[in-house]
C-alpha cells in the first residue's frame, strides 16, 4: 500500500561524482543541502557572502564572484539602529554573519573570501542554486537591491514582488553566458510567513513558474530539483517542520538529501559517501563543550 504521493524527479543525463566542483548559492536551504555535500565527501563551496533569498542577490552574488571585483570601502555600511552600544560594519551584499566590529576587519575578511570563492566559481563545472523568495527589498539612498536589510529602519527601503517573467530574464541572461557550467535550481521548501501564507505561496509560485520556463526553453544545462514538492507533498505532516513550523526538521532535511542522492549522484559513488559519512562521525566525537557546530549536529541524521 502506498501511503505518500511519491514526487517524480528527473535527474541529469550526467550525474555528481567527486570530481565535480559544485558552488551553492540561495537560502539557507542551500546551506542544508551544502554541508551535507561536503560531510559525504564532496567538493562544494557554499554561499560565500552568507545566505541569500531572493533571484536578484544570488544572481548579484554570482555576477561578482565572476568578476572578482574587491568589495570597496564604499560599500560598507553600519549595520542596526543608529544608537546602537556596539556598532558592527557589514554590506548590502553579505550576510549579517559576515558583520565585524571594524570597518576595515569587515572588508579584509569579505574580500579573502571573494577572492577564494572567485577562483572556485572559475573552476566550478555545477551550480546549485536554491530560491527562497520572489519579494526583494530596495535600498532607496542607494538604489540597490539588498541581500540583507542588517536591521536598518525599514522606512530605507522599498518593499517589492518580482514578476515571473524578471526572474526568468535575469535567470536567463546570467546561465547563457557559461554553457559549459550545469545548474541545478531548487525552490526552498522554508515558508516565508512573515508575507502571510497566501503572500508565500504567490512567492513561490512566481519561482517555479521562472525555473520551469528556463528549465524547458534552455540547451540541457539546467536541471530541477523538486525539494519544495518533496516536502509539501511526500512528507506532507508538520511533523517534518522544525519547532518554528517553519523550517523543515533534520528528519526531512535527511529524507530531501537522500531523494537528491538517488536523482543526482552516481551510484558508483555511494559506497564512498558511506565511508567518508563514518569518518566524519567518528571525527564529530568530540565534547558538546568543545564545539557544536550545525554540522555535528547533522552528522548523525544521514543516511
Known sequence: MELITKVAITGPTKRLTFKNKILMAGSCFADEVGSLLKIHGFNACINPFGTLYNPVSVISSLERLSSGAPFTPEEVIC??????????????????????????????????????????????DTII??????WIFRHLATDIIVSNCHKIEPKEFRREFLQPEEIFRLLENFITKYPD?????????????KDGAHGNSISKAALLL??????????????????????????????????????????????????????????????????????????????????????????????
Not at 542554486?129 to 520572489?134: E, F, K, Q, S, W
Not at 566525537?285 to 548523525?300: E, R
Open 129 to 134: 542554486i536554491t530560491l527562497g523568495t520572489a
Open 210 to 303: 521562472s525555473v520551469d520556463r528556463l528549465q524547458r526553453q534552455e540547451s540541457g544545462n539546467v536541471c530541477y530539483f523538486p525539494a519544495y514538492e518533496i516536502l509539501l507533498d511526500e512528507l506532507r505532516d508538520y511533523r517534518f517542520y522544525a519547532e518554528d513550523m517553519v523550517h523543515p526538521s533534520q528528519q526531512a532535511v535527511k529524507y530531501i538529501f537522500e531523494r537528491f542522492t538517488e536523482s543526482f549522484i552516481a551510484p558508483s559513488e555511494y559506497e564512498q559517501m558511506h565511508l567518508n559519512l563514518k569518518k566524519y562521525k567518528q571525527a564529530a566525537h568530540v565534547p558538546l563543550s568543545a564545539g557544536s557546530s550545525a554540522d555535528k549536529k547533522n552528522a548523525g541524521n544521514l543516511f
Open 79 to 124: 549595520t542596526g539602529p543608529r544608537n546602537a552600544a556596539v556598532p558592527l560594519y557589514c554590506s548590502f551584499r553579505h550576510h549579517s554573519r559576515f558583520a565585524r566590529t571594524e570597518a576595515r576587519e569587515f572588508l579584509d575578511n569579505a574580500n579573502e573570501r571573494l577572492k577564494e570563492a572567485s577562483q572556485f566559481f572559475k573552476e566550478a
Open 181 to 193: 557550467k550545469e545548474f541545478i535550481f531548487t525552490v526552498s521548501p522554508i515558508r516565508h510567513l
